[in-house]
């Protein structure tokens, strides 16, 4: 079975934003095994190497690691669909995400990345981004499976 | 004052895009003059024609008309608040975004907008889309008004 971890810096504040996570997450439980790791979100000097040296300790070693980039590679939701496959195939035992804080990842971090993944060149919130990921994620299992949902 | 009016097909289902949509809403309350027009998802034979009449008739004269597309324009968010100054500026009363339902918009509908606008190259759910341009024309009215917000 699939394995994800999601790695997020923040708490989500808003309700509705955690609402729909937590649907998002109800509808993978029978499809793969999906860990949301929130980490906190650090303040002042050196806010990024703190969040980067927790988000490193999250990863597990053997792991696929994708950083959610901005300027990373825009993928089609079959794209994403299928480099999981791909990465499922090549023998990772897991799929880590990492979601940045409002302040985004550390350049460590994204180099730690074998992939920079880019949902929009727009900026999003980072909570809407998580759930903006988990409608994917969410998605590209539904398209691996051959199921209705993706049109 | 900025005059933004956003005809999307098809009800809210779930509560929390909604709550979410409603938080933009309030958001925007102070900085333009913003209606949401929601029409009836169509079904069956002429789905999508039926729903471009519906689409058409709610589309005022001198609007500026930007369908949302999937294969459309990929622009930053600054882009976005760059476009919607210029617009403003070049005379149009309004900008009238459009959002199609499931099925997405129909030709005709692509074809009367002078813009056809994309978020992502992924497929979200048309419910989730909502959700995530009236945060991008929130954040867009805070980058023209040089406000706090947007990193």
Redo the contacts between chains.
């Keep these: 079975m699939l394995n994800l971890r999601v790695i997020c810096v923040g708490k989500l504040k808003?309700?509705?934003?955690k609402?729909?996570c937590d649907?998002y997450v109800k509808r993978m439980k029978s499809l793969c095994q999906l860990e949301i790791i929130e980490l906190k979100e650090e303040s002042g000097d050196h806010k990024l190497e703190k969040e980067a040296e927790a988000i490193m300790s999250a990863i597990p070693p053997g792991s696929a690691v994708w950083a959610l980039e901005i300027e990373g590679k825009?993928?089609?939701?079959e794209e994403?669909a299928e480099k999981i496959a791909e990465t499922t195939v090549m023998g990772a035992s897991r799929i880590v995400l990492l979601i940045g804080s409002?302040?985004g990842l550390a350049d460590k971090v994204k180099k730690t990345a074998s992939f920079g993944l880019s949902?929009?060149?727009?900026?999003?919130?980072h909570h809407?981004a998580r759930?903006?990921l988990l409608?994917?994620l969410y998605?590209a299992m539904m398209i691996n499976e051959g199921r209705k949902y993706?049109?």
Tied chains: 1, 2.
Aim: hydrophobic share 40%; proline share 3%.
């Design positions: 808003e309700k509705f934003y609402e729909a649907e825009l993928l089609s939701s994403l409002s302040e949902m929009s060149r727009m900026t999003f919130p809407l759930v903006m409608e994917q998605r993706h049109k």
